[in-house]
C-alpha cells in the first residue's frame, strides 16, 4: 500500500522521522546564526566641548562655558538613559556648574584655575559614562 519497506508501518515511521533529523538540524543552525547578530549595542558617548577656555572676570557669557552630553548608538540598542546624572567640577572654588534647568551644564569662572577644572557628568546610557573635559579659567 505505497509501503515498499520489508518491515512495514512502525519501520516506516521511523525512517520518515530520520528522514527530518538533518531538517531539524539545519533549522536549528540557521536560528544559532541569528542569536549571533552583526547588530550588536555599541554605545558612544561624549562631552562638548572636549575643552574650554573662559575669563573669570569677563561679564556673562565671557566667563561662562555652556557644556553638552550627547551619544550615539550603532547596532540595536535603544538610547535609554540608565541614570540621569548631576553635573560637577573638580575646582567648585574657582568654578560652578549649573543642575538647574534650563541652564544645566552652563559652568561659570569665579577665579583664575591653576590647573584645569575637570568637568563631568556622572549619566550613563546602557551602562556607558560619559567622559569628563577641561575648563581652563584665565
Do not use: I, K, Y
Given at each position: 500500500m505505497g509501503d515498499s519497506l520489508p518491515w512495514?508501518?512502525?519501520?516506516?515511521?521511523?525512517?520518515?522521522?530520520?528522514?527530518?533529523?538533518?531538517?531539524l538540524f539545519l533549522c536549528g543552525l540557521l536560528a544559532a546564526c541569528g542569536l549571533t547578530s552583526s547588530d550588536a549595542c555599541v554605545v558612544t558617548t561624549a562631552m562638548?566641548?572636549?575643552?574650554?577656555?573662559?575669563?573669570?572676570?569677563?561679564?556673562?557669557?565671557?566667563?561662562?562655558?555652556?557644556?553638552?552630553l550627547s551619544s550615539s548608538e550603532k547596532g540595536n540598542c535603544p538610547l535609554i538613559p540608565d541614570f540621569v546624572g548631576v553635573w560637577s567640577t573638580s575646582d567648585p572654588v574657582n568654578t560652578t556648574i549649573s543642575n538647574q534647568a534650563p541652564t544645566q551644564g552652563l559652568a561659570t569662572c569665579l577665579n583664575a584655575t591653576s590647573t584645569p577644572a575637570a568637568i563631568s557628568n556622572s549619566s550613563t546610557i546602557r551602562g556607558h559614562a560619559f567622559p569628563s573635559v577641561s575648563l581652563v579659567c584665565k
Open positions: 512495514g508501518g512502525a519501520g516506516a515511521d521511523m525512517l520518515q522521522r530520520l528522514r527530518l533529523l538533518p531538517l562638548t566641548p572636549s575643552s574650554a577656555t573662559a575669563d573669570h572676570n569677563a561679564t556673562a557669557p565671557g566667563n561662562e562655558v555652556q557644556f553638552s
